[in-house]
């Protein structure tokens, strides 16, 4: 295992449409967390799951946005109805729960048109 | 006002130049201080991390901690062009991580 996975890493689609990205984390790594990052900015904290329970989820999450956990493995985050406010780059980390250094995957590009 | 605060930039460096990068803070209950690298479209890589106030060293690179003054800083001795990057503090309190706005650099070769 060589780190942190997210896919696609590009993703254009026309507002109104529902998209959706994976996470896979660090194998060993119970904690999963989301952000988005939008140009000469940091990254904002989305959502965060301890294994497949999340446990956080951040004002920024509107109600099109949600994100699952089964089976405590790999993520995903669906966004209904996209909106052009919503491109961004969405990131993932996953860190172990006594450890709380974060490692994040490549990112995942959306632009919304 | 953002929790964390963290200059833009953009710096510009001869090669083998010392650079200080900073991030001042407001919330007392960060406890938790790490520095990012961020090249173009990519994730960002950890570098550093510190719990404590003090100074922990890496190679050529520095984290300083001073949380009387709410204050950061990452240090890179003999600058490279391969340093050229986006550089990101960070920080917890409790099970969320507060990001600064990045702070640009470029070495010059």
């Known amino acids: 295992d060589t780190g942190v996975s997210q896919d696609p890493r590009h993703k254009i689609t026309k507002r109104g449409q529902n998209v959706t990205f994976r996470c896979d984390p660090i194998s060993e790594h119970n904690r999963l967390y989301w952000y988005r990052q939008t140009l000469g900015q940091g990254p904002e904290f989305l959502t965060y799951?301890?294994?497949?329970?999340?446990?956080?989820k951040s004002r920024l999450l509107s109600d099109r946005f949600s994100a699952e956990r089964p089976k405590g493995s790999f993520s995903t985050l669906e966004i209904q109805r996209t909106e052009q406010g919503d491109s961004a780059m969405y990131l993932c980390a996953s860190s172990l729960e006594e450890i709380y250094e974060q490692y994040f995957g490549p990112g995942t590009r959306l632009t919304v048109t | 006002q953002k929790e964390v605060e963290q200059d833009p930039g953009p710096l510009s460096v001869p090669e083998g130049a010392i650079v200080s990068l900073n991030c001042t803070y407001s919330?007392?209950?960060?406890?938790?201080f790490m520095w990012y690298r961020q090249y173009s479209r990519k994730g960002p890589e950890l570098l550093m991390y510190?719990?404590?106030?003090g100074n922990k060293e890496d190679g050529r690179f520095t984290a300083q901690v001073d949380k009387s003054s709410k204050y950061i800083s990452l240090f890179i001795r003999d600058s490279q062009p391969s340093d050229s990057a986006t550089y990101l503090c960070a920080m917890r309190s409790g099970n969320q991580f507060y990001f600064g706005t990045g702070t640009s650099l470029t070495v010059i070769p």
């Open positions: 919330n007392s209950a960060f406890q938790y």
């Open positions: 799951f301890q294994n497949e329970a999340q446990l956080e």
């Open positions: 510190t719990y404590s106030s």
